[in-house]
Nanobody
């Protein structure tokens, strides 16, 4: 079992940046494909970005390409989502997700483990 903990959310203005972090409790993330998803009020949870266990491969939703960057720091055993030029439509709860790298599946999902989420609110 992998317990994921997100942090870094908050209230920002349009055009600002935020960096979300995801760490695991009790287990290393080094052998997991990691993803970020978000869910806006009244909407389904959508894929945002993902990174392979090695960090060599990444994938992004079209809506965030060029503005969001996913990365992982093996020394800190943490996955990040750098979000630049935030817009009000980026307002959502952001979730970190993980799956064993041995599983062959699209980067967009499915994922085995989920964090509790962190709120990101972008004001206009």
């Amino acid at each position: 079992q992998v317990q994921l903990v997100e942090s870094g959310g908050g209230l920002v203005q349009a055009g600002d940046s935020l960096r979300l972090s995801c760490a695991a409790s009790g287990r290393t993330l080094s052998r997991y494909t990691m993803g970020w998803f978000r869910q806006a009020p009244g909407k389904e949870r959508d894929f945002v970005a993902a990174i392979s266990w090695s960090g060599r491969s990444t994938s992004y939703a079209d809506s965030v390409k060029g503005e969001f960057t996913i990365s992982r720091d093996s020394a800190r055993d943490t996955v990040y989502l750098q979000m630049n030029s935030l817009k009000p439509e980026d307002t959502a709860v952001y979730y970190c997700a993980a799956r064993d790298a041995i599983i062959v599946a699209p980067m967009t999902g499915p994922y085995e483990y989920w964090g509790q989420g962190t709120q990101v609110t972008v004001s206009s």
